[in-house]
């Protein structure tokens, strides 16, 4: 019942006087701690899926009325940190390189004169991703002349800075949409062979889309950057806040400019096959503390709760 439907019933009431005032306050002394919690972050968190490639979600402790909550570092990377059913949790990516075992978060907590930083130590599992094999006629993408050399690793280093890119955010809407109305190809962490040389393993998802089809953003945020890259091709990086990035690459046309606010389901661009691509397709990425991780798991499945 609503505050106004309440005060409208309270007329009605047959009780005495100064148990409706005792009740009211009540009321309002309820409503007064819930708006004293810290925000979440978001409600709707990634599925968990501690292995590489995925993303741990470890719990660091109850939320409090009028505490801080509290901040964590996977080694010098900061990490998301959320409230969850009334506990703070830290929402870890795992990069695909992730040696299975222990791993340590560093954390600080309590208010800034009594903050005390301690380790909280969470498991990472194996998992075995399938290999690919692709056939590329323009053998240039594959085997690289100098000046494409030199290309490519200043954009690694341009793309490696990107991805440890972290923007303070009170709200982060971590439960998104598909960027594509297509068929979902090229599956996260597969292993992949260009005419037989092994290459870097697939670490994002592809979208079967045909040439000119909108690309939205799966979230809310801002435009990082944008540029036309030597693999990935015409690129748009989102920025959702507190280390959560979104990549999408192969476009034909990009539409917003890096300092653009963009809404969830806001068309970034069309569709390509620009860089190294077989066809047209969007390739789409997610980025969590730097590490890319399965996009998967951060879109709602049939049956699944997230």
């Known amino acids: 019942m609503s505050a106004s439907a309440t005060a409208s019933a309270q007329p009605r009431c047959s009780a005495p006087a100064s148990k409706v005032r005792y009740a009211a306050a009540g009321f309002c002394a309820s409503l007064l701690l819930v708006l004293l919690l810290p925000s979440p972050v978001h409600a709707a968190l990634p599925r968990a899926a501690s292995v590489p490639g995925g993303v741990a979600r470890v719990v660091l402790g109850p939320v409090s009325a009028g505490g801080s909550p509290p901040r964590a570092w996977l080694g010098e990377q900061p990490v998301l940190v959320a409230s969850d059913g009334g506990r703070w949790v830290a929402v870890v990516g795992l990069a695909l390189d992730t040696q299975p075992g222990e791993h340590q978060l560093r954390v600080e907590a309590g208010e800034r004169e ?24 323009d053998s240039g993408k594959v085997q690289l002349s100098p000046a494409d050399l030199v290309r490519v690793e200043g954009e690694i280093a341009a793309i490696q800075k990107l991805k440890r890119h972290w923007r303070e955010a009170d709200e982060v809407d971590t439960s998104f949409v598909l960027p594509a109305d297509g068929r979902l190809t090229g ?81 970034l661009g069309l569709s390509g096959m620009t860089g190294r691509a077989t066809g047209p397709h969007l390739h789409w990425s997610v980025i969590l503390n730097g590490a890319l991780v399965d996009p998967q798991l951060f879109v709602a499945t049939t049956g699944t709760q997230r």
């Open 114 to 137: 009594t903050r005390a930083t301690r380790s909280v130590a969470f498991s990472v599992a194996a998992k075995d991703y399938p290999e690919q094999r692709i056939t590329l006629k």
């Open 187 to 267: 599956r996260f962490g597969v292993r992949r062979f260009f005419n037989g040389e092994p290459r870097s393993p697939h670490a994002g998802f592809d979208i079967a889309v045909a040439r000119g089809s909108p690309v939205k953003a799966n979230a809310g945020g801002i435009v990082l950057a944008s540029d036309d890259y030597f693999f990935n091709g015409k690129t748009v990086f989102v920025d959702h806040g507190n280390g959560l990035i979104s990549m999408y690459c192969h476009l034909e046309r990009i539409d917003v400019q890096p300092g653009e606010a963009v809404s969830k389901g806001q068309r």
